[in-house]
């Protein structure tokens, strides 16, 4: 869900919103059975928590607003101030605030210095949400519904910017914002590094190849490039645990990125699905996978003249090129398979001149 500039993911449903409602009211109900508590909701988050509160609540009790203001955008600030205040005499009574959240305690604050000169006989503070990661305060909570970690949410009467307060479940901010992530596919020389370095200036994406990186390795001598080296030369895939381990390192370094092209990952569905999963760790997706179809004449003919100028041994040997066609058919063909049952895989023609490529390219990632 998009709120102006802001992605939510779903995070509290309304059932078990209500749920938690029930609870704390049927543990207030127990506690104040005997008393004709005042419940006091602070305005405008609450007013949703307080509604169904006291529908649920089955003895009789009056209920109030007070209205504050705690925070500005996504960050509680310091800076709080009374708008509404308290209308009604409330000397020897039982008030319940109902907050629908309390992170920084800031709004508590101003809660208690508003209460301590009406001689109440009793405040108890009930919180639907609480952060307990933010909480500064010593203030006592007396009564708390969930606690959630310390990220922004929106929907049940909380807002952004004056957002989402009708939402009747909870979102939650995404850390990432909107990524879009592509897989470049297709055999050997199909042509998707070439494509991929064009496509990542125009789209403002980091590009990762993992034979680069492989190749990065074998030139600076590292254990990774050492190990990796005995397979590239024969044709061969490179173990996935390797290959996934150094994959979500790259992802890692790149923890601004706008977005990937992934080019020569996944070869496996293995690889396929650490990817999903790592993606989903960012609140990310695979938005497509596109497979660049080339005949295989002419993919060997393609490695075979790079091979006169790309100093890599694996280009060198028409048996070698071979291989990694058969091993690309063999292994690594079927994670098509898998991103079309995620409907996902879109198939483009990558024979003709790179520019026309690139056109055919740019029209499915402009549709993303
Ligand atoms: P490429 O530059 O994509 O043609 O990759 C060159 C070689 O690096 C491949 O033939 C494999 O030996 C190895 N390699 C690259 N990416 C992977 C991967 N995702 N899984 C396993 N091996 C890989």
């Known amino acids: 869900m998009k709120l102006q500039d802001l992605h939510f993911k779903p995070f509290i449903s309304e059932e078990k919103i ?4 029930q609870q704390m009211v049927d543990t207030i109900a127990a506690d104040l059975k005997d008393e004709m508590p005042i419940f006091v909701g602070i305005l405008n988050g609450s007013f949703m928590f307080v509604s169904d509160f006291v529908k649920k609540y089955p003895h009789p009790c009056e209920v109030t607003f007070i209205k504050l203001a705690s925070y500005d955008g996504v960050k509680s600030t310091e800076d709080i101030q009374r708008l509404i205040g308290l209308t009604q005499d409330l000397t020897g009574r039982t008030v319940v605030i109902l907050e629908d959240i309390i992170d920084s305690g800031n709004t508590l604050a101003e809660v208690h210095r508003i209460f301590k000169n009406e001689n109440v006989k009793q405040l108890l503070i009930a919180t639907l949400f609480y952060k307990p990661d933010a909480y500064k305060k010593d203030f006592k909570l007396h009564y ?41 596919f297709g055999p050997p020389g199909s042509g998707k590094g070439t494509q991929a370095n064009l496509l990542k200036n125009k ?6 190849s993992t034979g680069d ?16 080296k005995s397979y590239i030369d024969k044709g061969e895939l490179v173990p996935d645990e390797v290959t996934i381990d ?18 020569g990952f996944p070869r496996t569905n293995a690889q396929a699905e650490a ?11 695979i938005n497509t996978m596109i497979e660049l179809e080339v005949e295989d004449e002419i993919l060997v003919e393609r490695l075979v003249e790079r091979g006169k100028t790309s ?28 991103y079309a049952a995620q409907t996902k895989h879109i198939v483009v023609n990558g024979e003709g001149e790179i520019q026309e490529i690139t056109e055919r390219l740019g029209k499915v990632i402009d549709t993303l």
């Open 311 to 338: 100093g890599r041994p694996d280009d060198a040997d028409e048996g070698v090129i071979r291989n990694r066609l058969k091993v690309y058919y063999a292994e690594t063909a079927v994670v098509a398979d898998y």
């Open 144 to 184: 708390v519904g969930m606690e959630i970690p310390n990220k922004f949410i929106v929907g049940y009467g909380l807002d952004y910017n004056g957002l989402g307060r009708d939402i009747p479940s909870v979102y939650q901010l995404k850390t990432t914002q909107h990524m879009t992530n592509i897989v470049l």
């Open 246 to 263: 150094m994959l979500n390192a790259e992802v890692e370094k790149n923890a601004d990125a706008k977005g990937f092209i992934f080019d």
């Open 203 to 208: 789209y403002n994406l980091v590009h990762i």
């Open 18 to 21: 209500l749920d938690t409602v």
């Open 213 to 228: 990186v492989f190749r990065y390795n074998i030139k600076n001598e590292t254990a990774l490039g050492t190990l990796a």
């Open 275 to 285: 990817l999903d999963v790592l993606m989903s760790t960012k609140d990310s997706q």
